[in-house]
T-cell receptor
């Protein structure tokens, strides 16, 4: 069965420091991978996605993610976080041709001054 | 474009009451989805639709029903509300599977926060 694991439930990072959020998936075929961000009280906004090609993908708000097939990972990174990056981040895998997603449990990011 | 809209934003129900959560999109997307979000659990798929008149169950369909009579609208019905249905509900839509037949970006509404007491 497909699964998505975000090992870190909660991460605290200082403003200006780098951030890396981990995502591991279990899926038999070539995965369609997504990172979404959810600000408090809001819906989910797409940060970036990977379907094929270059394994390093750039997204909005200065985020990037790297697909590593050998490690079944799709980790999200940002070189320097801003206070506005405090939010919950979800990794998702597209699991079939009906467009259904499997979501990870999410990582809550807190940014300190 | 308004994107994906959901109404109401908040609702409190008593046990056994019924209600319909509304979802509409103006992007001419064929695929629509209903999720529930519980703390620490991510999003779980309730029902989905691949076009008008075509719906199917997701991971957690019990206690819910859907219909899709138009491309734009995808309402979610709770018939007999239970405390276990207290959650935040999100509707999403996507145009079609990706160019290679896989998933495509889903666009989310702002959510409905439902409390059942």
């Amino acid at each position: 069965a497909q699964s998505v694991t975000q090992p870190d439930i909660h991460i605290t990072v200082s403003e200006g420091a780098s951030l890396e959020l981990r995502c591991n998936y279990s899926y038999g075929a070539t995965p369609y991978l997504f990172w979404y961000v959810q600000s408090p009280g809001q819906g989910l906004q797409l940060l970036l996605k990977y379907f094929s090609g270059d394994t390093l993908v750039q997204g909005i708000k200065g985020f990037e993610a790297e697909f590593k097939r050998s490690q079944s990972s799709f980790n999200l990174r940002k070189p320097s976080v801003h206070w506005s990056d405090a939010a919950e981040y979800f990794c998702a895998v597209g699991t079939d041709s009906w467009g259904k997603f499997q979501f990870g449990a999410g990582t809550q990011v807190v940014v300190t001054p | 474009n308004a994107g994906v809209t959901q109404t109401p934003k908040f609702r409190i129900l008593k046990i056994g009451q019924s209600m319909t959560l509304q979802c509409a999109q103006d992007m001419n997307h064929n695929y629509m989805y209903w999720y529930r979000q519980d703390p620490g659990m991510g999003l779980k798929l309730i029902y989905y639709s691949v076009g008008a008149g075509i719906t199917d169950k997701g991971e957690v369909p019990n206690g819910y029903n859907v219909s899709r009579s138009t491309t734009e609208d995808f309402p979610l019905r709770l018939e007999l509300a239970a405390p276990s249905q207290t959650s935040v509900y999100f509707c999403a839509s996507s145009y079609s599977p990706g160019t290679s037949g896989g998933a495509d970006t889903q666009y989310f509404g702002p959510g409905t926060r439902l409390t059942v007491l």
